[in-house]
């Protein structure tokens, strides 16, 4: 069974860059057709997609994060990144990562514990 764990700071500074990573342990993430996705859920808000890295290492992020937001990923470490630019109190959230497909890339049937990142001076 794939697990899914993020890691990174909790605590952000306005126009900072925003760095998690999420370990996968149970299945590679080259595994044909699933998307390791970023979600996060401000509070008192509903989820909000971020964006995803593919199997084959294609990215496809949320338009309006896109211009602040870089997915990568170590194979050899089974591990993937996400990346936000010029961080502002309004990216405070609960951040997950989960694996997405294969029938659909948004369908997320495993997930992260989620990790509380608060941005603030």
């Known amino acids: 069974q794939v697990q899914l764990a993020e890691s990174g700071p909790g605590l952000v500074k306005p126009s900072q860059t925003l760095s998690l990573t999420c370990t996968v342990s149970g299945g590679s993430i080259t595994t044909d057709y699933y998307y390791w996705t970023w979600i996060r859920q401000p509070p008192a808000k509903g989820l909000e997609w971020i964006g995803y890295?593919?199997?084959?290492?294609?990215?496809y992020c949320n338009p309006s994060l896109a211009s602040r937001t870089s997915i990568s990923r170590d194979t050899s470490g089974n591990h993937f990144t996400l990346q936000l630019s010029s961080v502002t109190p309004e990216d405070t959230a609960v951040y997950y990562c989960?694996?997405?497909?294969?029938?659909?890339?948004?369908?997320?049937?495993?997930w992260g514990q989620g990790t509380q990142v608060t941005v603030s001076s």
């Open positions: 989960a694996r997405g497909g294969p029938d659909n890339a948004k369908t997320w049937r495993d």
């Open positions: 890295i593919s199997y084959s290492g294609d990215t």
